[in-house]
């Protein structure tokens, strides 16, 4: 059984129509629209702790935040109450205000523990409010992944 070459042709034109639907839908898809905000707040997040990074004591120094990380802490915060309030979709947005809560109550809690300890003696057990800003980060990271996990590939 031949087949008339006009056949081929749009027998091969109707496959690569599959395909391209197929790829647009999986592969080349975009981010939705939802999701979104939440990107942008996540990317902002990652170029912030890079930032934070670069600013933070050395290795041998005690682990008390200076004004300069207060400072960049504070653009953190600052930063993550702007982008979650982009955020429209009502459990994304419930994450993100949440994350922005908590980085909010983190920065707080910075001259507290510089503060808290300068009062102390050396080598006395670390102050409860580092303790406070564990817990509080522990929380952040959890709702980062759970943004992180609806929204990225």
Excluded: H
Aim: with cysteine; hydrophobic share 45%; aromatic share 6%.
């Amino acid at each position: 059984m031949n087949l008339d070459r006009r056949w081929w042709v749009a027998l091969i034109i109707a496959v690569a129509a599959v395909i391209a639907l197929v790829l647009s839908q999986t592969v080349f898809r975009g981010t939705s629209e939802e999701c979104k905000p939440v990107v942008e707040l996540l990317d902002f997040n990652r170029a912030q702790a890079k930032l934070i990074s670069s600013k933070t004591s050395d290795e041998d120094a005690p682990a008390v935040p200076s004004q300069a990380e207060e400072i960049a802490y504070q653009a953190w915060a600052d930063g993550l109450a702007e982008r979650a309030q982009k955020v429209t979709e009502p459990e994304l947005a419930s994450s993100a205000v949440k994350v922005a809560d908590l980085a909010s109550q983190f920065v707080g809690k910075l001259s507290q523990v510089r503060a808290e300890t300068a009062a102390r003696a050396p080598g006395a057990p670390a102050p409860p409010v580092v303790y406070e800003m564990s817990a509080l980060n522990d929380r952040i990271t959890t709702e980062l992944a759970t943004l992180s996990k609806a929204c990225e590939k």
